[in-house]
């Protein structure tokens, strides 16, 4: 079955600066590769994803790019906010029915102003 | 509102006192999971159903039971709770997890004495 690992299990950076997060998936058949935040307290929440047929994607100070041939896939922020703080997933899955999201370990993203 | 709403939020309950978490989800999605989060082990999946009455055991299904008779909710059952099931329980809907955006509770926190 399919297997993420994640890294860093916890990242700290000053306000302003770029964060990276790393993932790399077992399952060549995976296709789908999403991001969830996590803030203190509450429930797991998408913030991008990914399809196997883009190379990168982008929203305002979040980016994800994937490598498809290595099997492995980054979350990019950039200009770091406070608000920024929180746990970070990666997933990965086959786009069929019954299959599941297979999440990464999670990276505790701490940014200090 | 789109929500998945799990209850209850907290609970305390000794070992063997079978207990349930309900789970329910207003945005007509076929898809429902139960994962646990624990600390250094990220969300590991536990059950998930693709319809109705149609179930399947995830990665830890072990001690664990859930029934899915009506689209909306998706209970989590403990027939017998143990010390090792202490952990932050999310419920999650999705149209298809491998393809969409999985929307998750906010969660509900066991401990089992």
Not at chain 1, 10 to 28: F, P, R, W
Not at chain 1, 35 to 47: T, V
Not at chain 2, 74 to 101: D, K, M, R, V
Request: glycine share 8%.
């Amino acid at each position: 079955g399919e297997n993420v690992e994640q890294h860093p299990s916890t990242l700290s950076v000053q306000e302003g600066d770029s964060a990276v997060i790393k993932c790399t998936y077992s399952d060549s058949a995976s296709n789908y590769f999403p991001w969830y935040k996590q803030e203190l307290g509450k429930g797991p929440q998408l913030i991008i994803d990914i399809r196997s047929n883009v190379g990168e994607k982008k929203d305002q100070r979040i980016a994800v790019t994937l490598n498809k041939t290595a099997k492995h896939f980054s979350l990019h922020i950039t200009e770091t906010q406070p608000e920024d703080s929180a746990v970070y997933f990666c997933a990965a899955s086959r786009s069929q029915a019954g299959t599941a999201l297979i999440f990464g370990k999670g990276t505790t993203l701490s940014v200090s102003s | 509102e789109a929500q998945v709403t799990q209850n209850p939020r907290y609970l305390i309950t000794v070992t063997g006192k079978k207990l349930t978490v309900t789970c329910s989800q207003n945005m007509n999605h076929e898809y429902m999971s139960w994962y646990r989060q624990d600390p250094g082990l990220g969300l590991r999946q536990i059950y998930y159903s693709m319809n109705v009455e149609v179930t399947d055991k995830g990665d830890v299904p072990e001690g664990y039971k859930v029934s899915r008779k009506e689209k909306r909710n998706f209970p989590l059952i403990l027939e017998s709770p143990s010390p090792n099931q202490t952990s932050l329980y999310f419920c999650a809907s999705s149209w298809n997890f491998g393809h969409t955006e999985a929307f998750f509770g906010q969660g509900t926190r066991l401990t089992v004495v």
